[in-house]
């Protein structure tokens, strides 16, 4: 008998939890047997999607609006007697939250540093995730460090919580050194280091901006590559590149790509940096071993977990422990030689396929709670 799902899909294409919606649901509709999904957000661009040949339904509320609660609900109402599973991939749920809820939460970036949110947001994030695990059937987290991090603020709820680790698309793999030279020739980019991810202040991009010129002098021709969304109407990067002198083509800035465009990114990359001050899992730094692309992450949070003994750890609140470990990675043939083969082996651990086989282990869980109700 089919599974079916409801999936709030208004965040696919937008950050990680757009990479995690698509990752996910791409594999279970081509690889798992006997599910069917109702997704529902912006019908046109659903349309467009891999999600065009399940039913598709209007949801277009702001996340944390007042909006999204009264149609949230109404749409459960709507699908409740149809639904096996309802899935939420963020936390932004509605009041009524049915029992055959799954949600998924990547990190608790809101309370572990509550000085980037302002006092309105913090207490309002707070609120809905609280409705969020007391509602939900289970809790997906997508590593250890969330689970414990969960457990620590909120004990009364730590039995729904479930760890399910994600997966790496099958695209991103390495290119050939002719095909580098031509990507990188076509662009017109000389060699340069990758940072991927938007531009929230707990990315730490501001200590990477501080760390490049020290970079520079010892090693003039780098390139910094950064890709990845703006949230600020006054553009933080814009600011600190002025601060920092870093001026003409020493910073090359991109807000989007296509998956297939972001592999030949990270191909060509002497390596990729994430100095994020906090990650609920990372996906980045996996997609850029995949591709054979030597990785700098911080020490701190999840990042350990999720890279293992196949990255070069630095201090995010040291710019010149980043600037040590670029510089280190980008010049030492033999590190870099380790680290990629280490990281071709540790993204052998991730893929959407176990990820999905035990997402659905969860769903599991829920419908045989509500069938015993």
């Known amino acids: ?78 699908f409740r007697k149809a639904i096996d599973v309802f899935h939420f991939p963020h936390y932004n749920v509605p009041w009524f939250l049915p029992k055959n809820s799954v949600v998924t939460i990547h990190d608790l970036i809101q309370f572990l540093f509550p000085d980037y949110f302002g006092r309105i947001k913090r207490f309002g994030a707070a609120f809905i995730l609280r409705n969020a695990l007391k509602g939900a059937g289970r809790v997906i987290v997508g590593s250890e460090l ?36 031509h990507f990188k020739k076509n662009k017109g980019i000389r060699d340069y280091i990758l940072y991927v991810g938007n531009r929230k202040p707990h990315k730490n991009i501001k200590r990477l901006l501080e760390a490049f010129p020290v970079i520079k002098r010892k090693h003039g021709a780098l390139q910094l590559i950064i890709i990845g969304e703006k949230f600020a109407e006054v553009d933080p990067v814009k600011v600190w590149r002025e601060n920092f002198g870093l001026d003409g083509d020493a910073i090359k ?30 996906l980045p730094p996996l997609e850029a ?54 990281g071709l082996q540790r993204v052998k651990m991730f893929s959407w396929e176990k990820s999905a086989r035990e997402h659905i282990k969860v769903f599991e869980e829920v419908i045989n709670t509500k069938r015993r109700s």
């Open 253 to 282: 800035e991109i807000i989007k790509v296509s998956d297939q465009e972001l592999r030949r990114y990270y191909c060509g990359a002497r390596l990729l940096v994430q100095p994020s001050l906090y990650e609920g899992f990372g």
């Open 146 to 181: 969330t689970a414990k991090d969960l457990g620590k603020h909120y004990p009364a709820f730590k039995d729904k919580v479930r760890v399910v680790k994600n997966g790496i698309a099958k695209a991103f793999n390495p290119l050939s050194e002719d095909e580098v030279t």
């Open 289 to 342: 071993m995949a591709c054979g692309c030597p990785v700098v992450v911080s020490n701190v949070a999840s990042l350990p977990e999720v890279c293992g003994d196949a990255a070069y750890y630095v201090d995010p609140y040291d710019a010149e422990s980043i600037a040590d470990g670029i510089y280190r990675v980008a010049t030492d043939e033999e590190l870099r030689g380790s680290l990629i083969q280490q």
């Open 1 to 78: 008998m089919k599974k079916h799902i409801f999936l709030d899909a208004r965040l696919y294409n937008r950050s990680g939890i757009g990479r995690y919606i698509e990752g996910f649901y791409k594999e279970i509709l081509e690889n798992i047997p006997d599910i069917r999904v109702t997704a529902v957000g912006d019908i046109n661009f659903l349309k467009e999607t891999f999600l065009k040949t399940q039913d598709i339904f209007p949801y277009r509320s702001p996340i944390y609006s007042l909006r999204e609660q009264i149609e949230g609900s109404l749409l459960i109402q709507r």
